[in-house]
């Protein structure tokens, strides 16, 4: 294992879940390191530094959300992904609103991990730097003159959709809630519908099967997800 490999923290109270991503994150050339419970967590953030974490929500000494607000609260800015087998929509919102970069629900493959970390990773790297234009696709943003096109065609677009656009832009790749979006852009004050309404709209101008969108994509019942850009 190269010395300059990314280390992965692993959280989770379940051995053979340990045991398995241990396997694969080896074989995708990342180092790993494994806590089974969050007093353990806590210690080997300081320790070994790690460059991203795979958090559990389910650890015997700390539920994975009061940690991860914990860690949030204590300014760590590491990338985190949560892995879980809860599936209901109230637990991922809260992570993510908490400051989770990515939740996948167990169980999952690991090449679908191993992309998540990936964009994970780049949209760290972004933040710290953000670029004034945004390209993925035939999907271009320019965020200093505010210039959207498609193709090479300048589209149209209202404030408001704009603004949609821009917030997911900035976290391009990552999940982003329909209560964070109705915050940055409308104050927290409109409706989850209303919403809906405006991306509905800004899919119809950027997208050629606005049915079936490429950029802009759905996570049911927990908010949008655009697709990230390309290097």
């Given at each position: 294992?190269?010395?300059?490999?990314v280390?992965?923290?692993?959280?989770?109270d379940?051995?053979?879940i340990?045991?398995?991503?241990?396997?694969?994150?080896?074989?995708?050339?990342?180092?790993?390191?494994?806590a089974g419970?969050?007093?353990?967590?806590?210690?080997?953030?300081?320790?070994?530094?790690?460059?991203?974490?795979?958090?559990d929500?389910?650890?015997?000494?700390?539920?994975g959300?009061?940690?991860?607000?914990?860690?949030?609260?204590?300014?760590?800015?590491?990338?985190?992904?949560?892995?879980?087998?809860?599936?209901?929509?109230?637990?991922?919102?809260?992570?993510?609103?908490?400051?989770a970069?990515d939740?996948?629900?167990?169980?999952?493959g690991?090449?679908?991990?191993?992309?998540?970390?990936r964009?994970?990773?780049?949209?760290?790297?972004?933040?710290?730097g953000?670029?004034?234009?945004?390209?993925?696709?035939?999907?271009?943003?320019?965020?200093v003159?505010?210039?959207v096109?498609?193709?090479?065609k300048?589209?149209?677009?209202s404030?408001?959709e704009?603004?949609?656009?821009r917030?997911?832009?900035?976290?391009a790749?990552?999940?982003?809630?329909?209560?964070?979006?109705l915050?940055?852009?409308?104050?927290?004050?409109?409706?989850?519908?209303y919403?809906?309404?405006?991306?509905?709209?800004l899919?119809?101008?950027?997208?050629?099967?606005?049915?079936?969108?490429?950029?802009?994509?759905t996570?049911?019942?927990?908010?949008?997800?655009l697709r990230?850009?390309?290097?």
């Amino acid at each position: 294992m190269s010395t300059t490999a990314v280390k992965i923290l692993v959280v989770d109270d379940e051995p053979p879940i340990r045991k398995l991503l241990r396997v694969g994150l080896t074989a995708e050339g990342y180092a790993m390191v494994e806590a089974g419970n969050a007093e353990q967590a806590v210690a080997l953030v300081s320790s070994e530094k790690p460059d991203l974490i795979l958090l559990d929500l389910g650890l015997p000494d700390m539920s994975g959300h009061d940690l991860l607000e914990r860690w949030r609260s204590e300014l760590v800015e590491l990338p985190i992904v949560i892995l879980s087998s809860r599936t209901d929509e109230t637990g991922i919102v809260r992570a993510l609103e908490l400051g989770a970069d990515d939740y996948l629900t167990k169980p999952f493959g690991m090449r679908e991990l191993a992309a998540r970390i990936r964009v994970a990773l780049r949209h760290r790297l972004q933040q710290h730097g953000e670029r004034p234009i945004f390209q993925t696709g035939d999907l271009s943003v320019d965020l200093v003159k505010r210039i959207v096109r498609v193709a090479d065609k300048e589209i149209k677009l209202s404030p408001r959709e704009y603004d949609i656009l821009r917030v997911l832009v900035q976290h391009a790749g990552k999940v982003i809630t329909h209560q964070h979006i109705l915050k940055q852009v409308w104050g927290g004050v409109a409706d989850v519908q209303y919403l809906r309404v405006y991306v509905r709209q800004l899919r119809q101008k950027i997208e050629a099967m606005p049915d079936q969108p490429q950029y802009i994509l759905t996570e049911t019942g927990v908010g949008y997800r655009l697709r990230e850009p390309e290097l």
